[in-house]
Every structure is written in C-alpha cells, then in structure tokens.
Nanobody, 126 residues
Framework: QVQLVESGGGLVQAGGSLRLSCAAS????????LGWFRQAPGEEREFVAV???????YYTDSVKGRFTISRDNAKNTVYLQMNDLKQEDTAVYYC????????????????????WGQGTQVTVSS
C-alpha cells in the first residue's frame, strides 16, 4: 500500500523557517515527480513546488527565492525548506507523487498526481 506521510509543520513567527518532510512507502519513488501543494481555510488547493525525476524543479512565484524543494531517493523522501515565512504561507501543506508523462504536466496540476499525503499544518504568526 502506497503511503505519503508529511511531517515538520508547526507554528512559527513571520521571518522564521520550517522544513517539511514527506516520507513515501509502498514503492520506490525515484522515477516519480514529487510535489507540494497547500490549502488555506476557505481557499482552493494551491500548487507550491515540484521536483522531477531529472531532478528539475519549479516553484510558484510567491515562494521563489524563499522555498527550496529537494529529494533523497535513498530515503524515499521529499523536503520543502521554507525560509522567510510570511503570514500568507499559513496553510495545510500536502505532498503528492505522480508518474509518467512530461515534467511540465506536474506543474500546478493537482489531478496529475496519483498519491497524496494527509497534510501538515503550517501556521505563521505576526
């Protein structure tokens, strides 16, 4: 059974940092695109970043220069290092995995992903 489990969320002051982790199990994800999405209360789920099997990366504009996505295939884990956090980063963060097709198809398109984690809450206070 495939599982994605996020960790590392929490409460942080604006300007602070957090590192999210997403551990995958049930299969080897080295050939998968791994993405992070987030959803704030009352909002739709939003694309944050993706790392491919290449490993190319792509970020939504609002996090460029502040967030870094990376992967450790030996540990079947994807990370999201978040620096200079802002109140508007407050959301539940989800990791997702998908296989097949072009890397570009995983940018912003939630339905492209096959597996999802349960989410981890990130709250940024002023």
């Amino acid at each position: 059974q495939v599982q994605l489990v996020e960790s590392g969320g929490g409460l942080v002051q604006a300007g602070g940092s957090l590192r999210l982790s997403c551990a995958a199990s049930g299969r080897t994800f080295s050939s998968y695109a791994l993405g992070w999405f987030r959803q704030a209360p009352g909002e739709e789920r939003e694309f944050v970043a993706v790392i491919g099997w290449n490993p190319n990366t792509y970020y939504t504009d609002s996090v460029k220069g502040r967030f870094t996505i990376s992967r450790d295939n030996a540990k079947n884990t994807v990370y999201l290092q978040m620096n200079d956090l802002k109140q508007e980063d407050t959301a539940v963060y989800y990791c997702a995995a998908g296989a097949g097709g072009a890397f570009g198809s995983y940018v912003r398109t939630a339905r492209r992903y096959d597996y999802w984690g349960q989410g981890t809450q990130v709250t940024v206070s002023s």
